[in-house]
């Protein structure tokens, strides 16, 4: 089921949100997935792939977990990638709540969705690409921009890096005062 109506998104780890798109190079379509949390807007990991299979999107996953806190709700469509056994089995692991977007609703998955629009008019429409080297070296480069240096006006014109890096590092300033009290 869809978990996020009437959710208040009041900190990073709370929705994680993911997706999968398509892209032109050269020779094909390719496709990108990637995590994005909703409060800061950062994404987290993503690949590149000439198959849209579930090792793909569980790749995404297992480097956004290896890296950062879990979320409280992952968020994603009922694409066959995102209901295969595997997938959600990683995600029951780490003892996380899955929400799926209703059928045909992309809007569930707004915060990914704006991401793709993003990426696909301010980089991929604006080159073309020779191969998936030079198209996976492009995205690097821009969500290492995206993430360190773009404003977002839904988070007060400050960086997704800059929200997500302060909350986390408070968190653990908090986690530090409390170990010291006891």
């Known amino acids: 089921p869809y978990k996020l109506k009437d959710i208040k998104i009041d900190k990073p780890n709370k929705i994680w949100s993911t997706d999968i798109t398509y892209i032109k190079i050269n ?17 987290l990991s993503w690949k590149i792939s000439n198959t849209m299979d579930t090792d793909f999107v569980m790749d995404v996953l297992n480097e956004a977990l290896s890296k950062y806190p879990k979320p409280e709700i992952f968020n994603s469509d009922q694409g066959s990638q995102y209901t295969a056994q595997a997938h959600i089995n ?15 609703r992309s809007i569930d998955n707004i915060c990914i969705e704006r ?5 696909k008019y301010e980089e991929i429409y ?29 988070i007060s014109n400050k ?23 006891a």
């Open 159 to 181: 960086t997704p890096n800059e929200v997500y890096d302060t909350f986390i590092n408070n968190l653990e300033f908090k986690k530090q005062e409390l170990l010291e009290v």
């Open 115 to 119: 991401f793709w629009r993003t990426i």
């Open 90 to 104: 990683i995600l029951k692991e780490h003892d996380i709540k899955i929400s799926m977007d209703g059928k045909g």
């Open 27 to 43: 020779g094909g379509i390719v496709y990108l997935a990637a995590i994005i949390v909703w409060y800061s807007k950062a994404v």
């Open 126 to 154: 604006l080159n073309d690409y020779k191969s998936m080297s030079e198209l996976r070296y492009s995205i690097d480069n821009y969500i290492v921009k995206y993430n360190s240096r773009r404003l977002h006006s839904a």
